[in-house]
């Protein structure tokens, strides 16, 4: 009887060993096999970690080429259509704007927004008057299209008014520097003299220059920093027509 009863007592403890097993799996899954020594880190390095480490130099230096060539293009659209810096070099248009000083021109408003009297405007010169280094010039709108612009007695008139023009070089008088005194301003011209009236070649000589020729309108002085400044465009009250 004892012998019968370890024995039953065995095959209960195998009973119940034999049915944990499938109970275990169920709950928990089968048990993950152990991983080479390559791939778990142990005992060497992983051949994933290798291959990443060795495409990095290129993935940069590719990132690096792109974000060059990104910036280019940006610089390269704003500079064509935008905005672009320019320096001053000639001495036409004193006090306003010295030599070596730098303004910003504004390439893109004029599309929308005319050109108008006192704006200062940079653009090609008539091919006679053009620099060998083509270097642009610079002067301020003096009149427009359907303006008539005449100098006499030292003086500007626009359509038979004088003008007043407080930036004019030390006062200095305006006088006639060709063989023609009075212009009729067609559609796509621009009348332009310098600030410098004694010190500038301009519309005076040369005639109204084309709307097409402009490369944009000078509105910011940004240096020398301690010149920076907004350039304001004078309203000219005096042409404005007489309220009714």
């Excluded at 799996?25 to 990443?52: F, I, K, Q």
């Excluded at 408003?109 to 083509?134: H, N, S």
């Excluded at 301009?202 to 920076?228: E, H, M, N, Q």
Aim: hydrophobic content about 35%.
């Amino acid at each position: 009887m004892a012998a019968h009863r370890v024995n039953a007592h065995a095959q209960a403890r195998l009973f119940t060993r034999g049915r944990q097993r499938p109970l275990d799996t169920a709950r928990h899954g089968p048990r993950p096999r152990p991983l080479p020594a390559s791939r778990s880190g142990l005992g060497g390095a992983s051949p994933y970690t290798a291959g990443l480490v060795s495409q990095r130099p290129f993935g940069c230096l590719f990132e690096i080429v792109e974000t060059l060539v990104l910036t280019l293009v940006i610089f390269l659209v704003i500079q064509t259509f935008v905005a672009q810096p320019y320096r001053v070099q000639q001495q036409s248009m004193e006090h306003t704007l010295e030599p070596d000083q730098y303004v910003l021109v504004d390439k893109l408003t004029a599309r929308f927004d005319d050109y108008k009297r006192g704006d200062i405007v940079v653009f090609t010169p008539p091919a006679a008057w053009a620099q060998d280094d083509g270097t642009p010039f610079i002067k301020r709108v003096i009149g427009v299209p359907g303006d008539t612009v005449e100098i006499k007695d030292d003086r500007v008139y626009i359509n038979g008014i004088e003008t007043s023009e407080p930036y004019v070089y030390e006062g200095q008088p305006t006088v006639v520097t060709g063989t023609q005194s009075t212009w009729v301003i067609l559609p796509g011209e621009l009348f332009v003299m310098g600030d410098h009236r004694g010190n500038s070649a301009d519309s005076r000589v040369f005639g109204p220059i084309r709307k097409s020729d402009v490369i944009g309108r000078a509105w910011l002085r940004y240096w020398p920093f301690s010149t920076f400044g907004i350039l304001p465009t004078p309203s000219h009250p005096e042409l404005q027509p007489a309220a009714p």
